[in-house]
């Protein structure tokens, strides 16, 4: 087991490479007690090489988890081959398909020295910037029938259990979504509108278009499968009304 000052090292040095990585990423420690949390957050390590290995000899005990704002995760860990420093490796998306994931290298873990400081530098320039580059891929993929949106167009989408997706471009667009009741996905980015009530639904469709048109953004509706012309939200046809009972869907 690991001793209190073992504990304290992992989360201290956490701390500190939380403070010095860009943008704003905070960290939480997970103790040995938290055997579900450790065992949940070892199967989404994001790793097939030195990080993989070191947990197929030793699972894992202990852990500190550095967070950023978009949801990105990297975990740090302790090293089992009696070296100094530590381990860490970018945490894989939990919201996202298997699917997603196909095709995509992962964004292997790197060793870090005692420097919180020097470590900093050593996961920006590598481990980061692998990472980002693999949430952005995974995430595109995520998208599946979802066309991206573009600066001046917002383009939405109907999904087979009645609700609306979206990817807006830019904080503009997501803002007068976010305010007519979409909802973000912390992990896939893609903003909701539920299709439970469908008379809201309508309403708020009706409602975006003249917000969006006021910042010079069009909009489009189509299905997945892109049959249908692009049209404004403003003259989405009317919805009838009443609840819907939500579809249970499974990964």
């Known amino acids: 087991m690991h001793d209190h000052h073992t504990s304290e090292r992992l989360a201290s040095y956490a701390d500190v490479l939380a403070g010095e990585l860009p943008d704003s990423w905070t960290s939480s420690h997970l103790p040995a007690d938290a055997k579900d949390d450790l065992a949940e957050l070892a199967d989404r390590i994001w790793d097939l ?63 870090l020295a005692d420097d919180p400081f020097l470590s900093a530098e ?83 469709l009706r409602e975006i278009g003249p917000h969006l048109d006021a910042l010079g953004i069009g909009t489009a509706l189509q299905h997945p499968a892109g049959r249908t012309a692009p049209t404004t939200a403003a003259s989405v046809p009317h919805v009838p009304a009443g609840p819907r009972t939500p579809t249970t869907r499974s990964r």
């Open 122 to 204: 050593q996961v920006t320039g590598d481990l980061l910037a692998r990472y980002d580059a693999a949430l952005a891929q995974v995430r595109h993929n995520a998208l599946g029938g979802i066309q991206p949106s573009q600066p001046d167009r917002v383009v939405l989408t109907w999904q087979p259990d009645g609700s609306i997706a979206t990817a807006p471009a830019d904080d503009r667009a997501s803002a007068v979504l976010m305010a007519h009741g979409f909802v973000q996905g912390p992990q896939s980015g893609i903003y909701h509108l539920s299709g439970d009530d469908t008379q809201a639904q309508a309403r708020a």
């Open 49 to 111: 090489d030195l990080v993989a290995a070191s947990l197929a000899e030793h699972p894992l005990q202990q852990a500190a988890i550095l967070s950023r704002q978009d949801g990105a995760q990297l975990v740090l860990l302790d090293r089992s081959d009696e070296r100094d420093g530590f381990l860490i490796a970018a945490v894989a998306p939990h919201a996202l398909p298997d699917e997603a994931f196909r095709g995509v290298p992962e964004p292997n873990g790197i060793a």
